[in-house]
């Protein structure tokens, strides 16, 4: 990601003179994700991409990254183990910080489900968790300004 350290340094998660590494994460099409290992922290740090990496030329708005980062702030205090924790978000490079999740500890779905591994009672729970999320939120009528992003939905192909 150009200039990532500025960002860390705006979003005060590194200080000028602290050395950070940064490595690729694997397994999105829509986004790019690195690991970022500074000092004593860990985290992510995830930007959305205008252009997918994919074979066809598909584009999206790069604003649905913020969209994200507000949807984990209300998912955060509907259900806080529910979704990594959001550390900042530098809206004009389009591209927050969240806690790191190791996949030792916390296991990729997709990938588990890709594999053959299917656990009735995890999906279960994640339907309870959006039921819960859609009952928080279902009434607020703060959801549709804090979400007015339809726009995106269509070259996003969601």
């Known amino acids: 990601m150009p200039e990532l350290a500025d960002s860390l340094q705006r979003m005060g998660l590194i ?3 602290t050395a950070a590494s940064v ?3 694997t397994g999105g099409v829509s986004s790019e994700i690195v690991r ?4 004593d922290r860990i985290f992510c740090v995830k930007r959305a991409l205008a252009k997918l990496r994919v074979a066809a ?3 999206a708005p790069v604003e649905r990254n913020h969209s994200e980062a507000e949807w984990m702030r209300v998912v955060a205090e509907i259900l806080p183990d529910a979704v990594p924790r959001l550390l900042a978000e530098d809206r004009a490079a389009g591209l927050f910080a969240m806690d790191y999740l190791p996949p030792s500890s916390f296991p990729v779905w997709k990938e588990q489900l890709r594999d053959g ?5 995890f999906a279960a729970e994640v339907g309870r968790c959006l039921c819960r ?5 279902a009434r607020r009528v ?3 300004e804090r979400f007015a ?5 269509h070259p996003i192909r969601l």
């Open 117 to 121: 591994a299917i656990d009735p009672e």
């Open 23 to 25: 490595a690729p994460l």
């Open 57 to 59: 030329d598909w584009r």
């Open 142 to 144: 703060d959801m549709g």
């Open 149 to 153: 992003n339809d726009h995106i939905f």
């Open 15 to 17: 200080a000028p003179d």
């Open 133 to 137: 999320i859609h009952a928080a939120t």
């Open 36 to 39: 970022v290992d500074a000092g």
